[in-house]
């Protein structure tokens, strides 16, 4: 997470730059959990980040993108990923499934992005994710950040694993 310090925009390099993935992951919980008052500073820490990144003018599009998916995941999603810290190096379920979707966008693979949305979404908010998934896959790419590919085999062993890991926590020893 940015300091006070870093407010400034600067050439120097950004603490920011991260491969694409982990760029949309820390800005994903950035605006996730800026939704929570004793978080809010979260919102800035994004823009000044993005703004670091890719400049002012790429980061703005960017983020209102990342704001439009969030909004929408936040309205629909199955099981919303709660305040998780920033820097943390894992990747809860939801935001791997998120990253699996922007990928599977960028990388045209139709069947791996719709098991995402549904998996994700509840009801019919997987057609409400489609949208602003497209449009932020869509300014990450115009900004150069390509994501790597995320098979729909991939998802489906994700979902196995942390199945097993939620049926391990339940079990009881005798």
């Keep these: 997470m940015l300091n006070p310090a870093q407010t400034q925009l600067t050439d120097r390099p950004s603490s920011w730059c991260f491969t694409s993935e982990r760029l949309f992951v820390v800005g994903l919980r950035c605006v996730l959990n800026g939704h929570h008052e004793e978080h809010f500073s979260q919102w800035r820490d994004v823009w000044v980040g993005y703004s670091e990144c890719f400049g002012r003018s790429n980061a703005k599009p960017l983020l209102g ?3 439009d998916f969030a909004e929408a995941y936040r309205r629909f999603a199955a099981k919303p990923t709660g305040y998780h810290q920033v820097d943390c190096a894992c990747m809860a379920r939801d935001e791997f499934l998120s990253l699996a979707l922007l990928s599977s966008i960028q990388h045209f693979d139709q069947a791996c992005a719709m098991t995402c949305m549904q998996i994700m979404a509840r009801k019919r908010g997987d057609l409400t994710l489609e949208t602003p998934a497209c449009q932020l896959a869509t300014e990450f790419h115009y900004l150069g950040e390509r994501f790597r590919h995320i098979s729909k085999d ?21």
């Design 154 to 174: 991939d998802v489906e062993t994700m979902l196995i694993k942390s199945a097993a890991v939620e049926d391990s926590k339940r079990a009881v020893l005798h």
């Design 65 to 67: 993108a990342l704001w």
